[in-house]
């Protein structure tokens, strides 16, 4: 996607997500990281913490719900 994506990042994606998409197992956070991309991140969370599987930039366009006119 051409940026850089840093551990805070992801741990700010994870911590504070903008939404987590709980319709998936596990689940994934999301996180806008510039006007046209967003960070999401595949987590489980138990007892002693939360474990992020992977994470990955995406278009906020392919996830983001546009507003119908």
């Known amino acids: 996607m051409g940026?850089?994506?840093t551990k805070e990042q992801v741990i700010?994606?994870?911590t504070n997500p903008e939404s987590v998409d709980?319709?998936?197992h596990p689940p994934i956070a999301?996180?806008?990281v510039s006007k046209?991309?967003?960070l999401?991140?595949?987590f489980v969370e138990d007892s002693e913490g939360i474990l992020v599987i992977t994470f990955y930039p995406a278009r906020r366009n392919r996830y983001?719900?546009?507003d119908e006119i």
Do not use: C, G, M
């Open 3 to 5: 940026f850089v994506v």
């Open 12 to 14: 700010d994606a994870v």
């Open 22 to 24: 709980q319709t998936t």
């Open 30 to 32: 999301q996180k806008i």
């Open 36 to 38: 046209n991309h967003l």
């Open 40 to 42: 999401r991140a595949v």
């Open 64 to 66: 983001e719900v546009q």
